[in-house]
């Protein structure tokens, strides 16, 4: 089974940058559509950046500018950059993945298990 494995997370200051990974690990054939998810204490996840196979990408509006997604094949790696941050910025981070295991290509949907961003004022 596949596996994503999230890292880059941590403390920083208002202003300043991140970037997050989410490895993909395990029996894998192909990774379809990866996006970064974000969920703060007591509001609902939400989506804030997506990538398609071919490199398409989004982004939700309160992002737009300050981060960029990107993705490695080779690697089976996605990234987060995140520039300018601010302390609404601040949450769990999910990275999500179809990924085809098995050469059915039966797309499935994996989570990784967050990495805590924090910014402070």
């Known amino acids: 089974q596949a596996q994503l494995v999230e890292s880059g997370g941590g403390l920083v200051q208002a202003g300043g940058s991140l970037r997050l990974s989410c490895a993909a690990t395990?029996?894998?054939?192909?990774?379809?559509?990866v996006s970064w998810h974000r969920q703060s204490p007591g509001k609902q996840r939400e989506q804030a950046a997506i990538?398609?196979?071919?490199?398409?990408?989004d982004y939700m509006s309160s992002v737009k500018g300050r981060f960029t997604i990107s993705r490695d094949s080779a690697l089976n790696t996605v990234y987060l950059q995140m520039n300018n941050l601010r302390p609404d910025d601040t949450a769990v981070y999910y990275c999500?993945?179809?990924?085809?295991?098995?050469?059915?290509?039966?797309?499935?949907?994996?989570w990784g298990q967050g990495t805590q961003v924090t910014v402070s004022s």
């Open positions: 999500n993945a179809e990924i085809a295991p098995y050469f059915d290509y039966r797309y499935r949907s994996y």
């Open positions: 395990g029996t894998i054939v192909s990774i379809n559509t």
């Open positions: 990538i398609d196979s071919e490199g398409g990408r």
